[in-house]
């Protein structure tokens, strides 16, 4: 089918059209690319999940870049640096897939900078020892991989392309960070200890990170409409949940929830409550590393702008030797 070009002039009867168009587009599975009409709110809707989540990967490195001069080896610090660059690469291609929808870079920095965009708050809980980087690995990019293997078949053409290729790199981050896990879980007793330590504090906001409830998630009801979401944040969380339980079996550590128990009947784990109260709190910026996230970035930024501004005139200087030429 072809895209859906913008008229000249939209009278609210063509827009009106128009959208039945674009949404029989995406009931029939049909990628929505930059150039094609799309309702207003469709595009508001794009970029503040994209940018969001180029946020979230961008933040993301902080937590782990904590620990690069700390790492335990060689081979330990190499995989870390490649995951942290990884996660860099993966913000730029998602900057990249909002840019397209007619948003700017600086903007969405700004934003992020400013407060006024979310990023996961799961970056916003401290790493406090080594078993924190391979606790990541394992859960929180486990968590992001259900999550964003479900956005692979979103229905906006550029963030779903992004998100193929991100995918297969986050396999490579669960799996350095299940390798940390496994060595710490099977090692000395105080290496174990850290191990469960760390399980302790990060199983619960790994859950977190699947967002509210589905009757609680207002944007839930458009994101399926338009195929953004496919699956809901419950269900997704119940898959990492299975998923995850036999892991912490194998490695010998304990799951920190007393009411985790395998249901026959629905061939699930069932688990306890999670405390919203907190993810709350940690969304509206009262977590423990909120500040320390936000002043990094905005420091970075800042330092980095010489690098900006030595590329811009490279590049003006490029263009004004191929004018003359
Ligand atoms: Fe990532
Ligand atoms: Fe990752």
Request: proline share 4%.
């Amino acid at each position: 089918m072809a895209g859906v070009e913008k008229p000249e002039l939209v009278t609210a009867a063509d827009e009106a059209a128009l959208e039945v168009a674009f949404q029989a587009r995406v009931d029939a599975e049909t990628r929505i690319e930059p150039r094609d009409w799309m309702p207003e709110k469709y595009r508001k809707f794009m970029v503040r999940q994209i940018s969001q989540h180029a946020h979230s990967e961008y933040v993301g490195m902080l937590p782990e870049g904590n620990w690069i001069t700390r790492a335990p080896t060689l081979r330990r610090k190499a995989a870390l640096l490649a995951k942290i660059q990884d996660e860099a690469g993966h913000a730029a291609y998602l900057y990249s897939a909002a840019e397209t929808l007619g948003t700017s870079r600086d903007q969405m920095l700004e934003d992020l900078h400013s407060g006024k965009a979310k990023y996961s708050s799961i970056f916003n809980y401290p790493t406090l020892t080594w078993a924190d980087i391979g606790t990541i690995g394992w859960l929180v990019d486990g968590a992001a991989i259900v999550n964003q293997v479900a956005l692979c078949r979103t229905s906006y053409g550029p963030y779903a392309r992004a998100m193929v290729r991100i995918c297969k790199e986050e396999s490579f981050h669960q799996r350095q960070g299940f390798e940390i896990i496994t060595t710490l879980a099977h090692g000395a007793p105080e290496q174990k200890a850290m191990a469960q330590d760390a399980l302790n504090r990060w199983w619960w906001p790994a859950l977190m990170m699947f967002g509210p409830h589905d009757a609680d998630s207002p944007n839930s009801e458009i994101a399926f409409k338009w195929k953004v979401k496919r699956q809901s944040n419950d269900d997704l969380r119940q898959r990492f949940v299975d998923m995850t339980v036999p892991q912490a079996d194998y490695l010998g550590l304990t799951v920190p929830d007393p009411d985790l128990k395998w249901n026959g009947e629905t061939g699930q784990y069932d688990f306890g409550a999670i405390d919203w109260e907190e993810f709350w709190r940690v969304v509206k910026g009262d977590g423990l590393c909120n500040r320390d996230r936000l002043d990094a970035r905005r420091s970075a930024h800042e330092d980095g702008a010489w690098v900006r501004e030595a590329a811009l005139a490279h590049a003006a200087k490029k263009r004004a030797t191929k004018s003359a030429a």
